[in-house]
């Protein structure tokens, strides 16, 4: 392990473009349970009797957006849920101007709260919702939170959050900003991430930098094509990095 700390320091004091591309794993420190692990997110919406994909689709929302916000409410929005030490020190990165930003899959928004500022979150954020009738028509995830809100102060339509659901498209803006960000890195940096989730995952198929690193608990299909490899706990990965003199 002390020399994968020490080969990751290296590759991080001799590159100046990083871009970070993180998956789940790297949330569950702040206390947000992995969606397909056991105990995770999945089984929670298993036992309502229904699908992920059903309760987590357009035409749930569509169908009873009471109940996909009183979901939201129940299992998504947790005003406690702050920042873990690496989604501090990505953003630390970004300050010192070693990093791109970060491509993520998560919807949690901690990338944000951390305070890095170019963030390409694929499958959308928690952080905004708005009404089904008005885009523009926008709450803060604590609004939501504070005042209890399931409908438009405006107009009293459903809201939503701004994440893509089941039976949407991607933004193809972020998808370009996201590839953009892949193809200029020098080094790109996965953190708890599978890489099984398409079209996300495909996305690192573009890097063509120097250093591929890959941070996770389990092994992943990529594992063959990176320079390096940790299976570990990412904070501890991150601590242990830290301190290093």
Not at 70 to 91: G, M, R, S, T
Not at 151 to 164: E, F, T
Not at 206 to 224: M, P, Q, R, W
């Amino acid at each position: 392990m002390d020399t994968k700390i020490t080969q990751l320091k290296d590759i991080f004091d001799n590159s100046n473009k990083i871009t970070f591309f993180t998956g789940a794993g790297i949330s569950v420190a702040s206390g947000i349970p992995d969606f397909r692990s056991i105990g995770g997110l999945n089984d929670e919406i298993a036992k309502q009797g229904l699908s992920p994909e059903y309760i987590l689709s357009h035409d749930y929302l569509q169908s009873n957006p009471d109940g996909f916000m009183d979901f939201c409410h129940k299992y998504l929005l947790f005003a406690d849920k702050k920042p873990n030490v690496v989604h501090e020190w990505i953003a630390k990165l970004e300050a010192e101007h070693k990093s791109l930003g970060v491509v993520t899959q998560n919807i949690d928004g901690l990338h944000t709260d951390a305070g890095s500022e170019n963030v390409d979150e694929l499958h959308g954020t928690l952080n905004i919702f708005y009404s089904i009738n008005d885009e523009n028509d926008q709450y803060s995830k604590f609004d939501i939170i504070d005042h209890n809100l399931r409908h438009s102060k405006k107009d009293g339509s459903p809201l939503r959050p701004a994440i893509v659901l089941y039976g949407e498209m991607l933004n193809q803006m972020t998808m370009f900003s996201a590839l953009s960000k892949i193809k200029q890195a020098d080094t790109l940096v996965v953190l708890g991430s599978s890489l099984v989730v398409q079209p996300a995952a495909g996305l690192i198929s573009n890097f063509e930098g120097e250093n591929l690193v890959i941070i996770n608990k389990d092994a992943t299909s990529y594992d063959h094509d990176a320079d390096l490899v940790i299976h570990d706990d990412m904070v501890n990965v991150i601590n242990a990095l830290n301190n290093i003199d």
